[in-house]
């Protein structure tokens, strides 16, 4: 990379010369967050003016086009770069490219770059790192002709166009869900939601979960267990990662088994350990029968007039979700027991209105999953 341009560190930021809105952009790392900045820095939380650039004795990066990164601390750990396009200024947790605009086209160095795991060239230490040096000494392959470069940089441009596009659209559906969620569920102190489906006026009711449901446990099977093909199975890590509130299809299998707790459809499935009492405060409901439920899942099999999906919706987001969270006790990794799920409050009001509440947010969640 050093034959096809450079790379510098930023430098210091005071606080008291932060918040600017004029001048020359100073990015930091947060910059990469906002709104826009998707794949390009066009705006910054912090510019600074001549009179500042002055008086520190700032150098402004002036060669652009650049690509700029982290390069001390977790943020390095995230991988992420963005092209910079107009003069600029970077504070000393990040680090920049300047590209020959000779040797490389824009569009492809940025491609080039996104697809470099800078992660590799970590330094060991107190904080994840890495110099100026080691960016320059990475060895890359790249078309000799411009052209070729131009072609290839402007239609990876136009996925990432598109990309950024449904992200926009996820993070909108998401947000409307958060929203209906909130309203949708009674808060603390109240049995009436603040939006209902029309029709429905009646208060929600509210007990204990260990009194309209009956509690089990997952047995065997871990991810060591894990197979191409064979018996479909549940682990209670996927729970985090690969399921929504509703289980509709399993990708992990092990080896066929007559052993194990199967489900019978309709089971409300929680992790029984995590990371943080906040993650492992979630629950999914398994709709399909015969999917063998691995260890460490506490299995909630609610009993009539009680929805599946709107329990594991209540848990996940409603006002349970608060409740189980203090429940979770441990330090490096947290329990949650079926005696502790028992004890929680459910509020819930008819089942026909909790199946339409439920129907709403698996319809939210299917077009979340399209995108």
Same mark, same amino acid.
């Given at each position: 990379?050093?034959?096809?341009?450079?790379?510098?560190?930023?430098?210091? &930021?005071?606080?008291?010369?932060?918040?600017? $809105?004029?001048?020359?952009?100073?990015? /930091?790392?947060?910059?990469?967050?906002?709104?826009?900045?998707?794949? =390009?820095?066009?705006?910054?939380?912090?510019?600074?003016?001549?009179?500042?650039?002055?008086?520190?004795?700032?150098?402004?990066?002036?060669?652009?086009?650049?690509?700029?990164?982290?390069?001390?601390?977790?943020?390095?750990?995230?991988?992420?770069?963005?092209?910079?396009? /107009?003069?600029?200024?970077?504070?000393?947790? $990040?680090?920049?490219?300047?590209?020959?605009?000779?040797?490389?086209?824009?569009?492809?160095?940025?491609?080039? &770059?996104?697809?470099?795991?800078?992660?590799?060239?970590?330094?060991?230490?107190?904080?994840?790192?890495?110099?100026?040096?080691? %960016? =320059?000494?990475?060895?890359?392959?790249?078309?000799?002709?411009?052209?070729?470069?131009?072609?290839?940089?402007?239609?990876?441009?136009?996925?990432?166009?598109?990309?950024?596009?449904?992200?926009?659209?996820?993070?909108?559906?998401?947000?409307?869900?958060?929203?209906?969620?909130?309203?949708?569920?009674?808060?603390?102190?109240?049995?009436?939601?603040?939006?209902? &489906?029309?029709?429905?006026?009646?208060?929600? =009711?509210?007990?204990?979960?260990?009194?309209?449901?009956?509690?089990?446990?997952?047995?065997?099977?871990?991810?060591?267990?894990? $197979?191409?093909?064979? !018996?479909?199975?549940?682990?209670?890590?996927?729970?985090?990662?690969?399921?929504?509130?509703?289980?509709?299809?399993?990708?992990?299998? @092990?080896?066929?088994?007559?052993?194990? @707790?199967?489900?019978?459809?309709?089971?409300?499935?929680?992790?029984?350990?995590?990371?943080?009492?906040?993650?492992?405060?979630?629950?999914?409901?398994?709709?399909?029968?015969?999917?063998?439920?691995?260890?460490?899942?506490?299995? @909630?099999?609610?009993?009539?007039?009680?929805?599946?999906?709107?329990?594991?919706?209540?848990?996940?987001?409603?006002?349970?979700?608060?409740?189980?969270?203090?429940?979770?006790?441990? /330090? !490096?990794? %947290?329990?949650?027991?079926?005696?502790?799920?028992?004890?929680?409050?459910?509020?819930?009001? $008819?089942?026909?209105?909790?199946?339409?509440? !439920?129907?709403?947010?698996?319809?939210?969640?299917?077009?979340?999953?399209?995108?």
């Amino acid at each position: 990379m050093g034959e096809l341009g450079f790379a510098q560190s930023g430098i210091g &930021f005071p606080e008291a010369e932060q918040g600017g $809105t004029e001048g020359n952009p100073f990015f /930091k790392v947060s910059d990469m967050n906002t709104p826009g900045n998707e794949h =390009e820095l066009v705006v910054s939380n912090n510019y600074v003016t001549a009179e500042q650039i002055v008086r520190m004795g700032w150098r402004p990066i002036n060669q652009v086009p650049a690509i700029f990164f982290a390069k001390v601390g977790a943020a390095v750990m995230l991988n992420r770069k963005r092209l910079v396009n /107009k003069p600029f200024l970077l504070d000393n947790n $990040t680090m920049t490219f300047s590209m020959d605009s000779s040797l490389l086209n824009t569009q492809f160095c940025q491609s080039l &770059f996104e697809r470099l795991d800078l992660t590799s060239l970590v330094q060991v230490g107190a904080l994840p790192s890495y110099n100026s040096s080691d %960016v =320059e000494s990475i060895i890359v392959s790249l078309p000799s002709t411009m052209d070729e470069q131009r072609r290839i940089g402007q239609y990876l441009c136009n996925l990432n166009a598109l990309i950024t596009l449904h992200q926009r659209k996820l993070d909108a559906l998401k947000k409307i869900k958060l929203a209906l969620l909130e309203k949708m569920f009674p808060k603390d102190g109240s049995d009436i939601p603040e939006i209902r &489906f029309t029709g429905f006026t009646e208060a929600w =009711e509210q007990r204990k979960l260990g009194d309209i449901a009956a509690f089990s446990k997952g047995q065997g099977f871990s991810k060591s267990n894990l $197979t191409d093909s064979g !018996s479909p199975v549940i682990l209670y890590g996927r729970l985090y990662t690969n399921y929504e509130t509703q289980i509709c299809k399993v990708d992990t299998f @092990v080896k066929s088994s007559s052993c194990g @707790v199967l489900s019978k459809g309709g089971e409300v499935i929680v992790p029984a350990s995590g990371e943080t009492a906040e993650d492992i405060a979630v629950a999914s409901h398994v709709s399909l029968p015969g999917i063998l439920l691995g260890s460490d899942l506490n299995v @909630v099999t609610p009993k009539d007039n009680l929805d599946s999906n709107f329990l594991a919706f209540f848990i996940t987001f409603g006002n349970a979700h608060v409740e189980l969270s203090k429940k979770a006790q441990g /330090k !490096s990794v %947290v329990h949650v027991r079926n005696g502790d799920l028992s004890q929680l409050n459910i509020k819930y009001p $008819t089942q026909s209105e909790q199946i339409l509440i !439920s129907n709403l947010f698996i319809k939210n969640d299917n077009l979340i999953a399209l995108h």
